[in-house]
């Protein structure tokens, strides 16, 4: 292990990653602070002939500038353990970036276990001073360097270049954006794509994002950034089933789905949608498998049955992800069925964001997208940005109207009203 510590073996390493592919790994000074409002204590670089570190913030940096302080740009493509995280903060640029961890996640479908590297020195230290701002500073170097050699070679095992990364490379444009407090702060969340299931959690500093309750008032404390601005949120109407109609092949009418479904139980709206959860996530009966839709979903699930006990997998449609059977724990043909579902739902939102996020945010508007979860999209709204804004967000989302949604509007995240007739003038 290399410690860079002078002038010539900084220039010497600089011209190294500028022509072969390395391991890049970081470590950030504060471990209770979010990746885009931290800074890099160290850094860690592994290319085929040595391994090195470079103090940036560390306590043991041996001069100013620090070493290794400037970013500098390479060509050759760079191993990463976590993408969003160096989208947020890094030393080292390049087009070319591939995520150690998602590879391993994308294999294993289980989340990689970072910890299990971490010394007795960091035990240590984050025990006894876990309220000590930036602690990583004043752990020894050579701890974190022990970490990063253990780490490197292990998530190394994983490597397929080959995964696609863009849910990785979405939910970092939106977690960047983050969300305005009535404290005149931003705070951001972090989105966790290493689920069971394939949908991600959302949760940083010991608030759940994707749980914010709508009842409490804990919402009300996100506010826009923007002079006379607004929030702004958009919703899938009956998306579930819409998607599922997707899977098995079934055409809604234009209107509402589950007053659909409804009139093809004789039911009012509200039984109708009740009942239509019910059987999609409890079980089809026999009373129900001759109904248009349930029928096709019956056939579907049966057949997904079957290849699940066969190949020990499911796969998803759009992005090809595999969830395996030894990851899923007492499972029968609707619980596989759902976790299908909510994996088409994940990748769905991805592909419509990836096609949103670019038309949205490419300098020509104020407004950003700040909350994605599961069904529903929060905008900061800058009121200058106009009707036009809005309609575009829509029309995208929708998809030429495959998954309309309906809109409310607010001050705060707790008092929102519907909107939604205002589109359809």
Known sequence: MIIVNAQEKWDLLSKKIRNQPFVYLQMYS??????????????????????YIVPVYHNERFSDPIWGANSIHTKEPILVSDLKSYYHKSMITSEEVYDLNWSHYMKTNEPYDFDK?????HHHYYRTHYDKENINDVIPLVKHAEY???????????????????????LYEIEQNGLYTTDNKMVY???????????PSNRFGGMNFAALNKKDGSRKQFISRHKGGVLVEFDFDAYHPRLIGDLVGYDFPNGSAHEHLAKTYGLSYDDGKSLTFKYLYGGITDEIKNNPFFSKVDEYIRGLWKVYKTHDFIESDIYYRKIYRKNMQSMNPNKVFNYK??????????KILNTLLP???????????????????????????GLYYLKLVKDILEQDGKYPTKVSMGDNYHEMRDITEKFNA
């Open 30 to 51: 504060d471990v209770n602070r979010h990746p885009f409002q931290n800074r890099i204590s160290c850094y860690y670089i592994r290319t085929l002939q040595n391994e």
């Open 117 to 121: 590297h971490l010394t007795n020195a």
């Open 148 to 170: 990063f050699s253990n780490l490197s070679e292990d998530l190394m095992r994983s490597f397929d270049k080959d995964y696609d990364q863009t849910i990785l490379e979405v």
């Open 189 to 199: 969340s972090e989105y966790n794509p290493y689920t069971s299931t394939g949908r």
């Open 341 to 350: 579902v909510q994996l088409l739902e994940t990748e769905n939102n991805i």
């Open 359 to 385: 038309e949205i945010e490419n300098g020509d508007y104020a407004s950003r997208l700040v909350l994605y979860n599961y069904d529903s999209f929060l905008l900061d709204f800058d009121k200058e940005d």
